[in-house]
Nanobody, 126 residues
Framework: QVQLVESGGGSVQAGGSLRLSCVAS????????IGWFRQAPGQEREGVAA?????????ADSVKDRFTISKEHLENTVTVYLQMNNLKPEDTAMYYC??????????????????WGQGTQVTVSS
């Protein structure tokens, strides 16, 4: 069982930046796909960005050119970062890190992910 722990959320003004981190530990991480999702109150959970085990990357159109996902492998953990620049009020949401070891479906589809972190809040004020 893989554990996912997020950190780095907070409150910023529009135009500001934040960097989220997700540390994955346990299980077989070499073939693991990690994605970032977000959910605002009353909204469905949406995929933001994901990085595959072969390092290929997918972004939602709403965050392209503003967000950057990256990862680093250490001996027993994988850390995935989400650098968020030029933040907008509509980016306000709870952000979740999620992982999967299957190749089923689009990388930004939440249903395909079987491991989830506890979430970290991002609030952007205008």
């Amino acid at each position: 069982q893989v554990q996912l722990v997020e950190s780095g959320g907070g409150s910023v003004q529009a135009g500001g930046s934040l960097r989220l981190s997700c540390v994955a530990s346990g299980g077989h991480l070499r073939a693991y796909i990690i994605g970032w999702f977000r959910q605002a109150p009353g909204q469905e959970r949406e995929g933001v960005a994901a990085i595959d085990s072969d390092w290929s990357i997918t972004y939602a159109d709403s965050v392209k050119d503003r967000f950057t996902i990256s990862k680093e492998h250490l001996e027993n953990t994988v850390t995935v970062y989400l650098q968020m620049n030029n933040l907008k009020p509509e980016d306000t949401a709870m952000y979740y890190c999620a992982g999967r070891s299957n190749q089923l479906g689009d990388l930004l589809m939440a249903y395909a992910y079987h491991d989830w972190g506890q979430g970290t809040q991002v609030t952007v004020s205008s």
